[in-house]
């Protein structure tokens, strides 16, 4: 049977002043995991930042759930996890701090998970930390167990392998083969290169 569509978007086109990043672009996502793969300057962290909502699309809609962003943009946009894994935005918060912070927003939050995305990702020694004080592995880190707890409907991933030890990257993969065997959740995440080691349920290829 096929699952529905959590994430739609219909004729997508986005441009910076000086060149077109994508244009036309329509997708029709279920739950599970997609890849979005390009090489370097292709658009993959654009197309992101116009999933979520923080840039805006020179032509074409999106809706979660059919919530349409231009329409119910709130709404739209308290269905989507995502941080960009540059910000210092949360610095001044502790670990758990940054987690109660998401909890906040997103009331599916999964408490009892965890333990163990902190285990997993190496994080328990610093799980007491401001996050000014970790490496940028270990924001990054903060960043995806919040997204794996979170219980969001959609959830983007920019380049979730980057600064990451391969333990963590392993882990990460076997999160993700996880969600793309669900039913409730759309995983999108960037890559220069589609993982082996995660089974998308579709790609989308922005080219080299």
Same mark, same amino acid.
């Given at each position: 049977?096929?699952?529905?569509?959590?994430?739609?978007?219909?004729?997508?086109?986005?441009?910076?002043?000086?060149?077109?990043?994508?244009?036309?672009?329509?997708?029709?996502?279920?739950?599970?995991?997609?890849?979005?793969?390009?090489?370097?300057?292709?658009?993959?962290?654009?197309?992101?930042?116009?999933?979520?909502?923080? %840039?805006?699309?020179?032509?074409?809609?999106? +809706?979660?759930?059919?919530?349409?962003? $231009?329409?119910? #943009?709130?709404?739209? @946009?308290?269905?989507?996890?995502?941080?960009?894994?540059?910000?210092?935005?949360?610095?001044?918060?502790?670990?758990?701090?940054?987690?109660?912070?998401?909890?906040?927003?997103?009331?599916?939050?999964?408490?009892?998970?965890?333990?163990?995305?902190?285990?997993?990702?190496?994080?328990?020694?610093?799980?007491?930390?401001?996050?000014?004080?970790?490496?940028?592995?270990?924001?990054?880190?903060?960043? %995806?167990?919040?997204?794996?707890?979170?219980? +969001?409907?959609?959830?983007?991933?920019? $380049?979730?392998? #980057?600064?990451?030890? @391969?333990?963590?990257?392993?882990?990460?993969?076997?999160?993700?083969?996880?969600?793309?065997?669900?039913?409730?959740?759309?995983?999108?995440?960037?890559?220069?290169?589609?993982?082996?080691?995660?089974?998308?349920?579709?790609?989308?290829?922005?080219?080299?």
């Amino acid at each position: 049977m096929t699952s529905p569509t959590i994430l739609q978007a219909a004729d997508l086109s986005f441009s910076y002043p000086d060149h077109e990043v994508f244009k036309d672009l329509s997708l029709a996502l279920p739950a599970g995991v997609t890849i979005i793969r390009g090489g370097d300057g292709r658009g993959k962290t654009s197309l992101i930042r116009v999933l979520v909502g923080e %840039l805006k699309a020179s032509g074409g809609q999106l +809706a979660i759930n059919g919530i349409r962003l $231009d329409q119910q #943009a709130a709404q739209y @946009k308290q269905q989507v996890y995502y941080v960009d894994p540059r910000t210092e935005a949360f610095d001044q918060l502790s670990v758990p701090e940054y987690f109660a912070s998401v909890k906040a927003r997103f009331p599916a939050f999964n408490d009892a998970a965890l333990p163990e995305l902190l285990g997993g990702l190496s994080l328990t020694p610093h799980a007491e930390k401001k996050l000014f004080m970790l490496s940028t592995g270990s924001k990054r880190k903060v960043y %995806l167990a919040g997204a794996f707890a979170a219980g +969001a409907a959609v959830n983007l991933l920019d $380049d979730p392998f #980057a600064s990451l030890d @391969k333990s963590s990257i392993n882990f990460v993969s076997e999160v993700l083969a996880d969600f793309a065997e669900q039913s409730k959740q759309v995983w999108v995440a960037s890559f220069y290169e589609t993982p082996a080691e995660i089974a998308a349920n579709e790609v989308i290829d922005l080219g080299d």
